[in-house]
């Protein structure tokens, strides 16, 4: 499954148009599905859905030139500032919910990030791996 976040018909070129893309691929490399989700600032995220053992999810974003990472909004008008990204298992949230630390990738700039999460043996909180970037 690859998610894109871009407009198809957008609005004219903005600074946002000329700001580097950066695949960013999300595998689970656990032995338990992962439930993962897209936080933006001021509480607003995004499911990415339900990530099976050994697989992967990719999606576009952007970075700013002070280093921030976001995607456009549907329509395109504004930027969604990545907060982060958290994965769990689906059926204990709260409990087991492990984060992606994008912090490299704001003081780089890569053309590629590779995170992955897997949740332990046994419970406890997913443990996401640090990032790896590609220059």
Not at 100 to 105: F, I
Not at 118 to 129: L, S
Request: proline share 8%; hydrophobic share 40%; charged share 20%.
């Amino acid at each position: 499954m690859v998610l894109a976040a871009s407009a198809c018909a957008g609005p004219p070129a903005t600074q946002a148009d000329a700001d580097p893309s950066i695949r960013l691929t999300l595998a689970n490399t656990g032995a338990e599905p992962l439930q993962c989700r897209l936080m933006f600032g001021h509480w607003v995220d995004r499911d990415l859905g339900r990530v099976e053992p050994k697989a992967a999810i990719g999606l576009k974003i952007s970075q700013a030139p002070d280093g921030a990472l976001y995607i456009m909004r549907a329509d395109g008008q504004r930027r969604m500032m990545i907060e982060t990204i958290t994965c769990a298992r689906g059926q204990d949230w709260m409990g087991s919910f492990g984060q992606v630390d994008l912090a490299p990738a704001r003081s780089d700039r890569p053309t590629e990030i590779a995170a992955s999460c897997a949740a332990p043996e046994g419970g406890g909180r997913v443990d996401c791996a640090p990032v790896r970037l590609t220059p």
